[in-house]
């Protein structure tokens, strides 16, 4: 069973940064591909990021492309997002997800191959 903790979150401003860090309990954690998703109110939740097992490749929808930066520490079994810009409608709790085998980074990007999640930590972008 693997356990994704997430901290980080908290008030900005818009403008303004944030890095959030997903710290995970399994010493299996280096050998799968990680991501984040959010959940705005009343809203689907939306992927965000995914890195794969060593950090070497990234995805990111175009809504966060060039603002948010997915990165991971294996030897801290830790992943984490820099979210810089940030936006108004960027508000939302944001989860760390991992799958239960070995997936392909754009393939993170379906719920449907998440096995794991964190419980979230919320993210309040003021305007």
């Known amino acids: 069973q693997v356990q994704l903790v997430e901290s980080g979150g908290g008030l900005v401003q818009a403008g303004g940064s944030l890095r959030l860090s997903c710290a995970a309990s399994?010493?299996?954690?280096?050998?799968?591909?990680m991501g984040w998703f959010r959940q705005a109110p009343g809203k689907e939740r939306e992927f965000v990021a995914a890195i794969n097992w060593s950090g070497s490749i990234t995805y990111y929808p175009e809504s966060v492309k060039g603002r948010f930066t997915i990165s991971r520490d294996n030897a801290r079994n830790t992943a984490y997002l820099q979210m810089n810009s940030l936006k108004p409608e960027d508000t939302a709790v944001y989860y760390c997800?991992?799958?239960?085998?070995?997936?392909?980074?754009?393939?993170?990007?379906?719920?449907?191959?998440?096995?794991?999640w964190g419980k979230g930590t919320p993210v309040t972008v003021s305007s």
């Open positions: 399994a010493r299996t954690f280096s050998s799968y591909a």
């Open positions: 997800a991992a799958p239960s085998s070995i997936t392909a980074v754009r393939d993170i990007s379906n719920t449907e191959n998440i096995h794991y």
